[in-house]
T-cell receptor
Framework: EADIYQTPRYLVIGTGKKITLECSQT?????MYWYQQDPGMELHLIHY???????EKGDLSSESTVSRIRTEHFPLTLESARPSHTSQYLC????????????????FGPGTRLTVL | KNQVEQSPQSLIILEGKNCTLQ??????????LRWYKQDTGRGPVSLTI?????NTKSNGRYTATLDADTKQSSLHITASQLSDSASYIC?????????????FGRGTQLTVWP
């Protein structure tokens, strides 16, 4: 069982609100990721981080921002939520850069289901 | 274009029956292929990881096969249980990037009826 946590699990908010989705892992992983997933669709990478103070945009353009001040935390922020942001957001982390983990297996959190009214 | 295609899109079987899910990919260069199980409202959980040289890998009642020449994989579930109801996602990893880029299929939604 992977030790990666996301809060809140469900969030319903009104348009224009600022929100932060929390993600934390206790495995000491350097790499962390945020994915967006709509029902019946594939996961799309929106942000990733190689380590502290490293953040990069993924393949899917997103109005959200992320930060990586501590190894174990990788929060995602939406400054002004809109109905188009309604989706499931999944956080993941993967092994130490020099751990010999040739698979670079990603472990996923339970997700946050966001609904913007 | 790197893609992962899964079939069928959805499948309904009776408890105790076997089933096989398919995955075709065009990702290159290939690093490894993974099958994940995703319960409704949860994050994906890894079932198997297969590299280029592996043809078959089992995890309990789950058996994955890989044909790297034809770029096809299958996931066979034996003696299905109600708890097998979930989305099964095929993921192919790109060897060409430092990040280990993951390409996701849309999943096969499996429903097991009593």
């Amino acid at each position: 069982e992977a030790d990666i946590y996301q809060t809140p699990r469900y969030l319903v908010i009104g348009t224009g609100k600022k929100i932060t989705l929390e993600c934390s892992q206790t495995m000491g992983h350097d790499k962390m990721y945020w994915y967006q997933q709509d029902p019946g669709m594939e996961l799309h990478l929106i942000h990733y981080s190689y380590g502290v103070n490293s953040t990069e945009k993924g393949d899917l353009s997103s109005e959200s921002t992320v930060s990586r001040i501590r190894t174990e935390h990788f929060p995602l922020t939406l400054e002004s939520a809109r109905p188009s942001h309604t989706s499931q957001y999944l956080c993941a982390s993967s092994g130490l850069l020099n751990s010999g983990d040739s698979y670079n297996e990603q472990f996923f959190g339970p997700g946050t289901r966001l609904t913007v009214l | 274009k790197n893609q992962v295609e899964q079939s069928p899109q959805s499948l309904i079987i009776l408890e105790g029956k076997n089933c096989t899910l398919q995955c075709n990919y065009t990702v290159s260069p290939f690093s490894n292929l993974r099958w994940y199980k995703q319960d409704t409202g949860r994050g994906p959980v890894s079932l198997t990881i297969m590299t280029f040289s592996e043809n078959t890998k089992s995890n309990g009642r789950y058996t994955a096969t890989l044909d790297a020449d034809t770029k096809q994989s299958s996931l066979h579930i034996t003696a299905s249980q109600l708890s097998d109801s979930a989305s099964y996602i095929c993921v192919v990893v790109d060897r060409g990037s430092t990040l280990g880029r993951l390409y996701f299929g849309r999943g096969t939604q499996l429903t097991v009826w009593p």
